[in-house]
């Protein structure tokens, strides 16, 4: 989608799915926002004022039609008017010229004549009348087609409000928690319908005064969803029991809390409906959600504002994300965010270069009162990622724990929740460090660590990518395991990992099989066959070079001279490693072997194999919909609630890896 900011004189924005707007205070961020914030408005209530024209106009349309089509009928009658009557006259003249036996013939004859015309002219006008009768129809089947895709168009409208939903940062939040009504809230609140209308009005102004409207909505929808469910189970066991019994969707308020909890693993919410009472429990301690940190009641609110979203909100404008919340928290909760909403557009207004610099952001402008002078980056592939601020960010979360599994990578929405799940056990924190590079020097305690004295037991997890089985085990001997698969999405990608969620989801129209799952893996492999090969030969052909002389030369070196034939020697043998290890002939050799391979996989159909070569953030948000999830964040949330890592193979072995390095 294109925007043009009259702020900016007429700069034309490119905005992405998830775009952000970066620049320091005065640069204009938030003038921005209000002006695009009107223009949407402006927008949606244009395209509601044109559905109302257009609607209102359509009785017209075919009044016009039916006057058009009269108007035809009385001009053909009169054209028919005046050719009988020349016929009339060309027959007189005629009738001289031919001769009759009796006055009766010749009475036959005009009669006759004038009856055949008459019979010509009757069938143009049927057959007009028809084609005018049949185009009357079919305009009127259309106008009732229009008419109706307007008003499906302007429900959408208006249940959207104006299709975008604006959430400030760093505002104050009260938390109620208790969600009682009184007589004055009574009658805004009391039916579902009531209540979703109220918040809707709120979606494009304050988060904060909003809340307790979308708590409510929740709350609602899930008396709904339960009072549905006993209605199915009645009609099942009425019907004799036949089939599978009707299953519960999960209460919108427990998606909430389960999401909150991702988040926050230590607090653990809950809702006493008999007293209408949000409770939170940490470390077995149950308190009021009132008692929330600043970070904690921003983090709720969000969450309680986007599970109630419907689908017809396709635009989430965010003023300054990371106000109230920890650097690594904000990027935790949007990223988060952004993976389960992948038909919805994100705009961002903020000061943080670190949040701007994530892997889901697909545009960034750095803006400037200048128009002349704003920059435009949508890739980041040679840019460097300052890790100062990600480093201290994760300070306090590792310093509180006695163990840490320090996990590759900036986009911690599915490796969070993957990694808690896999570990099962609240006391081991989860810190993403960066690159692999990055984990290394975490684990080890060198580079900013080495700084920080402290006793704590870490562990590096990483995927394998494209390394080789000596990079796997150099990194192994500095407690950073490689995972046995590309990603960690390829174990979600295993055959009975998908099968079983499909299963317990049971919501597909074609069950799923395990063979078809090795199918699709497969054909991805075979289609991603050279470029696979090709980055295997890459990290395969990586060399270190370094000119250099050992003490005991340099000491033996008395002259220049000298110094240059000893430069020169350890020159010519650093390029004949290169050319070792990188000659054409290998780069063929290894290429040659690297398609082999594959081509013995996907002969053998070798499903683990190939998870190990197939990168799988693609191949699972392929998977994901053909058992009845959204994303592959949804999917890794199925089996988060439905199994535990010793239910499958794969990730009751990787546990126990990495477990027993701890």
Same mark, same amino acid.
Request: charged share 25%; glycine share 4%.
């Given at each position: 989608?294109?925007?043009?900011?009259?702020?900016?004189?007429?700069?034309?924005?490119?905005?992405?799915?998830?775009?952000?707007?970066?620049?320091?205070?005065?640069?204009?961020?938030?003038?921005?926002?209000?002006?695009?914030?009107?223009?949407?408005?402006?927008?949606?209530?244009?395209?509601?004022?044109?559905?109302?024209?257009?609607?209102?106009?359509?009785?017209?349309?075919?009044?016009?039609?039916?006057?058009?089509?009269?108007?035809?009928?009385?001009?053909?009658?009169?054209?028919?008017?005046?050719?009988?009557?020349?016929?009339?006259?060309?027959?007189?003249?005629?009738?001289?010229?031919?001769?009759? +036996?009796?006055?009766?013939?010749?009475?036959?004859?005009?009669?006759?004549?004038?009856?055949?015309?008459?019979?010509?002219?009757?069938?143009?006008?049927?057959?007009?009348?028809?084609?005018?009768?049949?185009?009357?129809?079919?305009?009127?089947?259309?106008?009732?087609?229009?008419?109706?895709?307007?008003?499906?168009?302007?429900?959408?409208?208006?249940?959207?409000?104006?299709?975008?939903?604006?959430?400030?940062?760093?505002?104050?939040?009260?938390?109620?928690?208790?969600?009682?009504?009184?007589?004055?809230?009574?009658?805004?609140?009391?039916?579902?319908?009531?209540?979703?209308?109220?918040?809707?009005?709120?979606?494009?102004?304050?988060?904060?005064?909003?809340?307790?409207?979308?708590?409510?909505?929740?709350?609602?929808?899930?008396?709904?969803?339960?009072?549905?469910?006993?209605?199915?189970?009645?009609?099942?066991?009425?019907?004799?029991? +036949?089939? +599978?019994?009707?299953?519960?969707?999960?209460?919108?308020?427990?998606?909430?809390?389960?999401?909150?909890?991702?988040?926050?693993?230590?607090?653990?919410?809950?809702?006493?409906?008999?007293?209408?009472?949000?409770?939170?429990?940490?470390?077995?301690?149950?308190?009021?959600?009132?008692?929330?940190?600043?970070?904690?009641?921003?983090?709720?609110?969000?969450?309680?504002?986007?599970?109630?979203?419907?689908?017809?909100?396709?635009?989430?404008?965010?003023?300054?994300?990371?106000?109230?919340?920890?650097?690594?928290?904000?990027?935790?909760?949007?990223?988060?965010?952004?993976?389960?909403?992948?038909?919805?557009?994100?705009?961002?207004?903020?000061?943080?270069?670190?949040?701007?610099?994530?892997?889901?952001?697909?545009?960034?402008?750095?803006?400037?009162?200048?128009?002349?002078?704003?920059?435009?980056?949508?890739?980041?592939?040679?840019?460097?990622?300052?890790?100062?601020?990600?480093?201290?960010?994760?300070?306090?979360?590792?310093?509180?724990?006695?163990?840490?599994?320090?996990?590759?990578?900036?986009?911690?929405?599915?490796?969070?929740?993957?990694?808690?799940?896999?570990?099962?056990?609240?006391?081991? +924190?989860?810190?993403?460090?960066?690159?692999?590079?990055?984990?290394?020097?975490?684990?080890?305690?060198?580079?900013?660590?080495?700084?920080?004295?402290?006793?704590?037991?870490?562990?590096?997890?990483?995927?394998?990518?494209?390394?080789?089985?000596?990079?796997?085990?150099?990194?192994?001997?500095?407690?950073?395991?490689?995972?046995?698969?590309?990603?960690?999405?390829?174990?979600?990608?295993?055959?009975?990992?998908?099968?079983?969620?499909?299963?317990?989801?049971?919501?597909?129209?074609?069950?799923?099989?395990?063979?078809?799952?090795?199918?699709?893996?497969?054909?991805?492999?075979?289609?991603?066959?050279?470029?696979?090969?090709?980055?295997?030969?890459?990290?395969?052909?990586?060399?270190?070079?370094?000119?250099?002389?050992?003490?005991?030369?340099?000491?033996?070196?008395?002259?220049?001279?000298?110094?240059?034939?000893?430069?020169?020697?350890?020159?010519?043998?650093?390029?004949?490693?290169?050319?070792?290890?990188?000659?054409?002939?290998?780069?063929?050799?290894?290429?040659?072997?690297?398609?082999?391979?594959?081509?013995?996989?996907?002969?053998?159909?070798?499903?683990?194999?190939?998870?190990?070569?197939?990168?799988?953030?693609?191949?699972?948000?392929?998977?994901?919909?053909?058992?009845?999830?959204?994303?592959?964040?949804?999917?890794?949330?199925?089996?988060?609630?439905?199994?535990?890592?010793?239910?499958?193979?794969?990730?009751?072995?990787?546990?126990?890896?990495?477990?027993?390095?701890?």
């Amino acid at each position: 989608m294109k925007y043009t900011s009259n702020k900016y004189n007429n700069y034309e924005f490119n905005l992405l799915r998830v775009s952000v707007f970066l620049g320091a205070n005065g640069a204009g961020k938030s003038t921005l926002f209000k002006e695009m914030l009107q223009f949407f408005q402006n927008a949606h209530n244009e395209k509601i004022q044109t559905l109302n024209t257009r609607i209102a106009h359509l009785p017209n349309e075919i009044d016009v039609l039916r006057n058009a089509q009269q108007q035809t009928l009385r001009n053909l009658n009169s054209e028919h008017q005046r050719l009988s009557q020349r016929f009339e006259q060309e027959l007189q003249q005629k009738l001289p010229t031919i001769q009759f +036996e009796t006055k009766e013939k010749r009475q036959d004859y005009l009669n006759q004549e004038r009856q055949q015309l008459q019979e010509q002219n009757s069938e143009t006008l049927n057959a007009l009348k028809a084609e005018q009768e049949q185009a009357l129809k079919m305009a009127k089947a259309d106008k009732r087609t229009t008419e109706s895709a307007c008003k499906e168009e302007m429900e959408e409208l208006q249940k959207g409000d104006n299709s975008l939903v604006y959430v400030e940062g760093g505002r104050t939040i009260t938390i109620k928690d208790t969600l009682q009504l009184d007589r004055n809230t009574f009658q805004n609140y009391d039916r579902l319908e009531q209540a979703e209308k109220q918040l809707k009005s709120k979606r494009g102004t304050s988060l904060a005064g909003r809340l307790f409207d979308a708590l409510i909505v929740l709350e609602k929808k899930g008396q709904e969803q339960k009072s549905k469910h006993s209605d199915d189970v009645e009609k099942w066991s009425e019907n004799g029991n +036949e089939g +599978e019994c009707p299953k519960r969707t999960q209460p919108p308020l427990d998606l909430l809390f389960e999401m909150f909890n991702e988040i926050f693993p230590l607090i653990t919410l809950s809702f006493d409906t008999a007293a209408r009472r949000l409770i939170a429990t940490k470390n077995e301690q149950v308190y009021s959600p009132t008692q929330f940190s600043d970070g904690e009641k921003q983090v709720f609110s969000i969450l309680a504002d986007f599970i109630g979203l419907s689908e017809s909100y396709k635009m989430i404008l965010v003023d300054e994300p990371e106000l109230n919340l920890h650097p690594e928290l904000a990027e935790r909760i949007w990223t988060l965010l952004e993976s389960t909403y992948p038909d919805k557009e994100f705009i961002y207004a903020t000061h943080s270069i670190n949040f701007a610099l994530r892997n889901n952001v697909g545009i960034v402008y750095v803006l400037s009162n200048d128009s002349d002078k704003i920059t435009c980056i949508d890739s980041f592939d040679d840019l460097e990622r300052v890790e100062l601020s990600s480093f201290l960010g994760g300070l306090p979360g590792i310093l509180s724990a006695n163990k840490v599994v320090v996990t590759e990578g900036h986009d911690k929405s599915f490796d969070s929740i993957f990694y808690r799940w896999l570990l099962d056990d609240s006391t081991i +924190e989860i810190y993403p460090g960066g690159g692999c590079t990055d984990v290394v020097n975490v684990v080890t305690k060198s580079g900013l660590w080495s700084k920080i004295s402290t006793k704590i037991s870490l562990v590096g997890v990483i995927d394998s990518d494209y390394r080789t089985a000596e990079n796997i085990q150099n990194l192994r001997n500095n407690s950073v395991l490689a995972l046995p698969f590309h990603e960690a999405e390829s174990f979600l990608c295993l055959p009975e990992v998908v099968v079983a969620v499909g299963n317990r989801i049971g919501s597909q129209e074609h069950e799923l099989t395990c063979d078809d799952v090795v199918e699709i893996i497969i054909l991805n492999l075979k289609k991603q066959k050279l470029n696979i090969a090709a980055k295997r030969v890459f990290e395969h052909a990586k060399i270190s070079l370094g000119v250099s002389l050992t003490k005991k030369v340099l000491g033996n070196i008395k002259s220049k001279e000298q110094l240059l034939i000893g430069l020169r020697t350890a020159s010519e043998e650093e390029l004949q490693k290169a050319i070792l290890s990188c000659g054409i002939d290998q780069i063929e050799g290894m290429l040659e072997g690297e398609i082999s391979k594959i081509d013995e996989i996907i002969e053998q159909k070798n499903h683990t194999e190939a998870l190990l070569y197939l990168p799988s953030k693609e191949l699972l948000q392929l998977l994901a919909p053909k058992v009845g999830c959204r994303s592959g964040e949804d999917l890794m949330r199925s089996v988060k609630r439905n199994f535990t890592p010793s239910d499958f193979e794969s990730t009751k072995k990787i546990q126990a890896d990495i477990l027993s390095v701890l």
